[in-house]
């Protein structure tokens, strides 16, 4: 399996961006594909993810400017970024969690990483 971030950069503060992820490898049906960022120093943190049926959660922080969706036939998730600030420069990973029918939010329950993807916003 593999996993593949595009759509990262240089923002400024107010800007939008669109992450993208495709998976490869294996069918994704009855899967769940989530987002998370890690800022330098930080833990990784959980962004938003969404199942095949399209249920979604997301982090607090995020709701109301992040936007996750998803296409099931191209196995590609989409993280579409408005009103960016500067702290949500990280690296943007995607992952995806086989046999789960939840939207789930601890890094543990997913199966496979993506490298990831940097997004930086100045000031």
């Known amino acids: 399996v593999q996993l593949v971030e595009s759509g990262g950069g240089l923002v400024t503060v107010g800007d939008s961006l669109r992450l993208s992820c495709a998976g490869s490898g294996r069918t994704f049906s009855g899967s769940t594909m989530g987002w998370f960022r890690q800022a330098p120093g930080k833990e990784r943190e959980f962004v938003a993810a969404i199942t095949s049926s399209g249920a979604i959660s997301y982090a607090d922080s995020m709701k109301g400017r992040f936007t996750i969706s998803r296409n099931n036939a191209e196995n590609t998730v989409y993280l579409q970024m408005n009103m960016l600030r500067p702290q949500d420069t990280a690296a943007y990973h995607c992952?995806?969690?086989?046999?789960?029918?939840?939207?789930?939010?601890?890094?543990?329950?997913?199966?496979?990483w993506g490298p990831g993807t940097l997004v930086t916003v100045s000031s």
């Open positions: 992952a995806v969690a086989f046999g789960r029918n939840r939207p789930v939010r601890s890094p543990s329950l997913y199966d496979y």
